[in-house]
């Protein structure tokens, strides 16, 4: 077994050479050497190549590939292939196919077409595993255990019977008894009281609304029965290959919100998680930042590793827009920025046919003498100077709290507003401060907030006891805390906290609301020195200095910001959304308040400033999104350019520099 990860920024990809005909393996091996390429993640969707007919294994062909990388001194991050199940076996038992919310089969022909919970599946993908761990456990190119890919991207929420059955135990382990369940889920509401077990069923297409906690709890159940798999795959791992690092790969970006992550990080010894540009958000690179900062929390500080990324154009979105030159390096890096310590891309070559041939890779159609491969060439002389940043962490002194449950809940059927996003807040007070060059860990509220100078409460719809006391105690022990608009509103069952929002926070905050009064998108309410957007309500500040108010409206004259000193910190309360303008003039009051300073004074708009720290120095990432030249302070040494800066760095379009500082 080989080290990992190795005290190198270590590049790497998906590889699929079931794909290609024997002749271009060697040319792979070839190219990822000239590429500095020191890992693949092989065998993802291998599975009807390992194993074409029930029990009968075919693993000539992964010894030979296995082999060829090991003498070319790639190590192999080892699929256990067990993401897509082969034809022959959902055509022997289709009872493993996944069922939709209208009870519609997901039938074969794509990928992931199986159920979380099902006992046929979940056998035949353990036999795979257990096939490869034996076989791999002693080969020298392995370095680590991919476990299955992505799950949930295709097949959760599933429906199905078996789903119901698994349900119906979780719930029981959940509340041990029908009385419980029933106070938990409000059932005197619309005559939903159960009587015996046997009638729950999973939150199937309904009349109309389904119950919410229900909704809540199916959600939950579904990201545990996918955790329960990982599980089960990880034992027969840590049975018949003791000692080598397992992952999955995690997908923290925009539109997957399907897992609850915090519960699986204990299951993985490497974080690890995908990341996609989607081009239709309205600040792509705001979102990057954000899922770095996400997937850091997870990792609880420590280097983590993007496992997929693209080169240039994904297959996915309605225009799939090539990336500019040096896109590819400046990406990559952003990721470096926010703490990764290993890059990697999907995928080394790409597909002559199937759903993904138009998907970029390493290596194009045009073939390696290409611009693209040139500048992961390129990519790969700077990794090789990177090394000596491996294992330092990225620098944060704000936390923003983040947690999938309460998405979950704020997601949930029939709330005062359809249109509020829970992500929304966060990241918008995030890209604000990215902007002023201010990094934040982007952090579960059961993390430890002791070390933050200020914590952001973003929407947190659904906080339990525990979490609110968390954030109280933040506040009396020195931090500026921000709390936004419907935050606090429900507990653990997604039961509404009485007496005045925002329940949990009430207190803390000194305001009391009343009642809600939500703006649709296109909506804005004046207030004395801004205006806000996507919520108001009528704020009493009961025990509040008002900071600033509502100028137009029902609400005029009520408070819309107000701050409470508490012991040594501050705790503020924004009931509306403001614009980036007063938004950002309030981060700075903030961050004044609390002593923080961006990693570099006076950011150019554009201009993305991070600063990891290691036991050897420091290291500032400076990463220009813009078509302008700008010239930045820093001293030191640019490992990007492999040149010395004293006093001050001129950072050309599109150009990233790494400086060792001195
Ligand atoms: C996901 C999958 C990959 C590939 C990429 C394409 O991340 O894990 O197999 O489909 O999407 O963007
Ligand atoms: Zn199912």
């Not at 896109?327 to 890096?333: G, K």
């Not at 906080?463 to 609110?468: F, Q, R, S």
């Not at 100028?551 to 107000?562: K, M, N």
């Not at 490992?639 to 599109?654: F, I, M, N, R, Y």
């Amino acid at each position: 077994m080989r080290a990992w990860p190795t005290k190198t920024l270590s590049l790497g990809g998906d590889y699929n050479p079931e794909q290609w005909p024997r002749a271009v393996w060697d040319d792979d091996v070839t190219l990822m050497q000239r590429a500095n390429i020191s890992f693949v993640s092989l065998g993802i969707f291998s599975w009807s190549w390992l194993e074409p007919a029930k029990g009968e294994y075919e693993f000539e062909w992964l010894d030979t590939i296995m082999d060829k990388l090991h003498a070319g001194g790639i190590a192999v991050d080892l699929a256990t292939a067990t993401a897509t199940p082969p034809p022959w076996l959902s055509a022997a038992h289709p009872e493993i196919l996944p069922v939709d919310v209208l009870g519609h089969t997901l039938w074969p022909g794509s990928r992931q077409s199986w159920c979380p919970t099902s006992p046929v599946f979940r056998d035949y993908a353990l036999a795979l595993t257990r096939q490869l761990a034996a076989r791999y456990h002693e080969h020298p190119a392995l370095a680590m255990w991919h476990v299955s890919n992505e799950y949930a991207c295709h097949n959760l929420p599933c429906y199905c019977d078996e789903c119901a059955r698994h349900f119906r135990s979780w719930l029981r382990r959940r509340y041990e008894s029908l009385e419980r369940l029933n106070d938990a889920w409000g059932t005197a509401f619309w005559s939903q009281r159960y009587t015996a077990w046997e009638q729950i069923l999973p939150t199937r297409h309904s009349t109309t609304f389904n119950n919410p906690t229900q909704v809540l709890d199916y959600k939950r159940f579904s990201s545990d029965a996918l955790l329960d798999f990982m599980r089960a795959e990880r034992a027969v791992l840590d049975e018949l290959s003791p000692g080598v690092p397992v992952t999955t790969n995690f997908m923290t970006l925009d539109h997957f919100r399907h897992l609850d992550y915090n519960a699986w990080t204990p299951t993985v010894d490497v974080v690890s998680t995908d990341h996609y540009i989607v081009d239709a958000l309205e600040h792509p690179r705001s979102e990057l930042a954000f899922s770095g900062d996400v997937t850091r929390a997870l990792a609880g500080g420590a280097p983590w590793m993007l496992m997929e990324h693209s080169t240039s154009a994904v297959n996915w979105q309605p225009t799939n827009h090539a990336k500019a030159p040096g896109q590819t390096i400046r990406d990559a890096l952003a990721h470096v920025a926010r703490g990764a310590d290993a890059i990697a891309w999907f995928q080394w070559r790409q597909s002559r046919a199937g759903s993904e041939k138009f998907h970029s890779a390493v290596v194009p159609h045009a073939g390696p003498e290409t611009a693209r491969f040139r500048e992961v060439e390129q990519l790969g002389r700077i990794a090789g100077r990177l090394g000596e940043l491996v294992g330092s962490r990225v620098e944060a002194r704000v936390a923003i709290l983040h947690d999938y449950q309460a998405i979950w809940a704020s997601e949930g059927p029939c709330l005062p507003s359809s249109e509020l996003d829970a992500l929304e807040a966060a990241r918008t007070i995030h890209r604000l401060l990215h902007d002023r060059g201010v990094t934040a860990d982007v952090v579960h509220p059961g993390a430890d907030l002791s070390s933050y100078a200020v914590v952001v409460v973003p929407q947190l719809y659904l906080v339990t006891d525990e979490h609110a006391d968390a954030v109280s105690a933040a506040a009396s022990a020195g931090a500026q805390v921000l709390v936004t608009y419907f935050s606090g509103i429900s507990d653990e069952h997604d039961h509404v906290r009485l007496g005045g929002y925002p329940g949990a926070f009430r207190d803390l905050l000194g305001v009391r609301v009343e009642e809600f009064f939500p703006l649709g998108p296109v909506e804005t309410v004046a207030l004395t020195d801004g205006t806000g957007g996507w919520w108001s309500e009528d704020v009493q500040a009961t025990d509040a200095t008002v900071v600033e108010s509502y100028a137009a409206g029902p609400l005029v004259g009520r408070p819309a910001i107000t701050r409470r000193d508490v012991g040594t910190g501050s705790a503020w309360y924004l009931s509306t959304l403001p614009d980036d303008d007063r938004l950002g003039r309030l981060l700075d009051t903030l961050l004044a308040a609390a002593g923080v300073e961006p990693t570099v004074a006076g950011l150019p708009v554009g201009v993305e400033a991070t600063r990891r720290r290691g036991d050897d120095g420091s290291w500032l990432f400076l990463l220009n999104h813009t078509d302008l030249t700008h010239s930045l302070a820093a001293s030191g040494h640019d490992l990007v350019a492999d040149t010395a800066v004293a006093g001050s760095v001129e950072l050309a379009p599109g150009a990233v520099a790494v400086i060792r500082e001195t």
